[in-house]
């Protein structure tokens, strides 16, 4: 039976129409890594835990049709989109947020699977990163980092722990060069920086 999914409306969510007409074209490829860009169709419609299925149930079919367990995965964070902001909606019809959390935790919890952050690019009114080049060059590290061990960033920060000592709360945080509270202002002295 073919499942139902909120968002059926679509043509490209019917029927595994998206896989059946182009992922299943490139298949029969072998390929050294998968870049996967996609995702903002189906906020909104109370799918994060769905999204979350599909998500894992695609990397283990892409990497059983390559015949390599270990493909490696580059998810990239999708903006904190907002409808009414953009002008799309009248009202909030749903979040983002489940699917932004869905490909973060893929990365925590899959091998090999990795989200690229593109923090620096990200605008609340554009679902899409104006500049492409930024979020392009953030790929191109987490290619470079992972599969040629280059020193290079791709993600943003990570936070790893807290503790608190009295009335100071110490953060700390991974993936973290540059982070600030404002353009110049660096964080070197309030945060213990990995």
């Given amino acids: 039976a073919t499942p139902y999914y ?18 299943r074209n490139v298949s029969r ?3 050294t890594a998968v870049l996967w860009y996609q995702g903002e169709s189906n906020a909104g419609f109370g799918e994060g835990e769905n999204y979350r299925r599909l998500l894992r149930a695609m990397i283990a079919e892409r990497r059983a049709e390559n015949e390599n367990p270990r493909l490696p995965f580059y998810l990239v964070e999708l903006a904190p989109f ?12 749903g979040e983002i947020a489940p ?3 869905a490909l973060v935790d893929a990365a925590k919890t899959e091998t090999d699977v990795y989200t690229v952050s593109r923090t620096p690019v990200l605008d609340v009114s554009e679902i899409h990163p104006v500049n492409k080049v930024l979020a392009a060059e953030k790929l191109a590290n987490a290619i470079l980092a992972t599969l040629f061990d ?12 807290a ?11 991974a993936h973290a060069k ?17």
């Fill in 82 to 93: 907002d409808l009414v902001k953009a002008g799309w909606a009248p009202e909030p019809i």
């Fill in 29 to 31: 490829y072998r390929y």
């Fill in 178 to 194: 540059g982070l600030c509270f404002s353009e110049g202002d660096t964080l070197a002295d309030a945060f213990f920086l990995t």
């Fill in 6 to 23: 909120a968002d059926q409306r679509y043509v490209f969510n019917r029927d595994h129409w998206l896989y059946f007409n182009k992922q």
């Fill in 163 to 173: 503790t608190r000592e009295g009335d100071t709360l110490t953060l700390s945080f």
């Fill in 99 to 101: 699917i932004r959390e």
């Fill in 150 to 161: 280059q020193p290079l960033e791709y993600t943003g920060p990570t936070l790893c722990g």
